[in-house]
């Protein structure tokens, strides 16, 4: 079965620090990768996602994710952290074949000081 | 474009009581999923439709979850009886139809509903 792990529980930065968050993931076949972003009070939604290509991504707000298909590993980066970065931030996957649902990881709760 | 509305916010019940939640989605979205998102843990797939029809209900505890998309466009997930465990935030999302030219994976969620369980 699929499973998504990700390292880090939460996270505290000060504003301009640099940013990576780990997600390793679960699964022998071709995989979808995903981060999604809840900022407070909102709802999911897409940073980024990672199907097929140039296994470095980019996304909104300056996030980007490598995808190292050998260590299984879809890790988030983002050079400078602002305030507004605060959120909980999830891994996603799903199989490469489309119409399976996103498994999720159990998200990363980043705080960033100004 | 509209987002995916979920109704209602927040919901505060004993336990072995019913509750329903309701979700329309994204104008046009064959795919519908329902996930419960525990406090600390990310959101678990309960069940997924693609346009009336059940996908994948695997995670689903039938004894008392139930859901359904009658005609395909807005869905109910019931919860009865409800436990203590069964707090949570109950998520709908919606996608283009998986496997259609289409689809990009991606999720489109709504703001979910908040269950406490007393």
């Known amino acids: 079965a699929q499973s998504v792990s990700q390292h880090n529980h939460h996270v505290i930065l000060s504003e301009a620090a640099s940013l990576e968050l780990g997600c390793n993931y679960s699964?022998?076949?071709?995989?979808?990768l995903f981060w999604y972003v809840q900022y407070p009070g909102q709802h999911l939604q897409l940073l980024l996602k990672y199907f097929s290509g140039d296994p470095l991504v980019k996304g909104i707000k300056g996030f980007e994710a490598e995808f190292i298909k050998s260590k299984f590993s879809f890790n988030l980066r983002k050079p400078s952290v602002q305030w507004s970065d605060t959120a909980e931030y999830f891994c996603a996957v799903n199989a490469g074949q489309a119409g399976t649902a996103l498994i999720f990881g159990k998200g990363t709760t980043l705080s960033v000081s100004s | 474009e509209a987002g995916v509305a979920q109704s209602p916010r927040y919901k505060i019940i004993e336990k072995r009581q019913s509750v329903a939640f309701w979700c329309n989605p994204i104008s046009g979205h064959a795919t519908l999923y329902w996930y419960q998102q525990i406090l600390g843990q990310g959101p678990k797939l309960l069940i997924q439709?693609?346009?009336?029809?059940?996908?994948?209900d695997s995670q689903l505890p039938k004894d008392r979850f139930s859901a359904e998309r009658l005609k395909g466009v807005d869905s109910t997930l019931k919860i009865q009886p409800a436990k203590l465990e069964d707090s949570a935030v109950y998520l709908c999302?919606?996608?283009?139809?998986?496997?259609?030219?289409?689809?990009?994976?991606?999720?489109?969620f709504g703001e979910g509903s908040r269950l406490t369980v007393l």
């Open positions: 699964y022998g076949g071709t995989v979808n």
């Open positions: 439709f693609q346009n009336n029809g059940v996908v994948d």
């Open positions: 999302a919606s996608s283009t139809r998986t496997g259609s030219v289409t689809y990009t994976g991606e999720l489109f």
